[in-house]
T-cell receptor, first 111, second 110 residues
Framework: NAGVTQTPKFQVLKTGQSMTLQCAQDMNHNSMYWYRQDPGMGLRLIYY???????DKGEVPNGYNVSRLNKREFSLRLESAAPSQTSVYFC??????????FGPGTRLTVT | QKEVEQNSGPLSVPEGAIASLNCTYS??????FFWYRQYSGKSPELIMSIYSNGDKEDGRFTAQLNKASQYVSLLIRDSQPSDSATYLCAVNYDDYKLSFGAGTTVTVRA
């Protein structure tokens, strides 16, 4: 079991470029999440998917879109990257009971 | 988004001592509480969950919950250098969502 995997591990973008962060889980979990983590601010929820076929906004959704491709995969897209989106992005998944398991993260720098 | 506050660090404890971490939350409706450990440059790792008032022990870790006071704590007994990390408190709100505190960094000195 690989758990939750994320690609890429690191990425540098120029302002205005687009990219998609990929996330996959092999634990047969129903719910998946995207967070960003900035120094001193903890983890903030960007989007989540309670089940295959559904997605909902979290606390900081502006500038992002998501796709729940199937039960395993949940991608996060930045259409036009901005320096304010420089952060570490974590994907997480959960079966029930709010116990979330995190992927290794993607460190994104927007210049 | 609901507020989750953790005591500001860093917290430095000698090896073998007890590290005490505190967390308060704003949503009285919250029912599920978690502690995550995050090593520098790594992802958060779930170490404790607690759902009922009282204490829950798992090895050297004890989580304590007081819903009336909206307070949850984590005790690390016999602290080891490997416990040096940032500890995140997380509390559920609404359906499917967790709110995280900013974290408390613990350093265990040999």
């Amino acid at each position: 079991n690989a758990g939750v995997t994320q690609t890429p591990k690191f990425q540098v973008l120029k302002t205005g470029q687009s990219m998609t962060l990929q996330c996959a889980q092999d634990m047969n979990h129903n719910s998946m999440y995207w967070y960003r983590q900035d120094p001193g601010m903890g983890l903030r929820l960007i989007y989540y998917s309670a089940s295959e076929g559904t997605t909902d906004k979290g606390e900081v959704p502006n500038g992002y879109n998501v796709s729940r491709l199937n039960k395993r995969e949940f991608s996060l897209r930045l259409e036009s990257a901005a320096p304010s989106q420089t952060s570490v992005y974590f994907c997480a998944s959960e079966m029930t009971g709010f116990e979330q398991y995190f992927g290794p993260g993607t460190r994104l720098t927007v210049t | 988004q609901k507020e989750v506050e953790q005591n500001s660090g860093p917290l430095s404890v000698p090896e073998g001592a007890i590290a005490s971490l505190n967390c308060t939350y704003s949503d009285r409706g919250s029912q599920s509480f978690f502690w995550y450990r995050q090593y520098s440059g790594k992802s958060p790792e779930l170490i404790m969950s607690i759902y009922s008032n009282g204490d829950k022990e798992d090895g050297r870790f004890t989580a304590q919950l007081n819903k009336a006071s909206q307070y949850v704590s984590l005790l690390i007994r016999d602290s080891q250098p490997s416990d040096s990390a940032t500890y995140l408190c997380a509390v559920n709100y609404d359906d499917y969502k967790l709110s995280f505190g900013a974290g408390t960094t613990v350093t265990v000195r040999a």
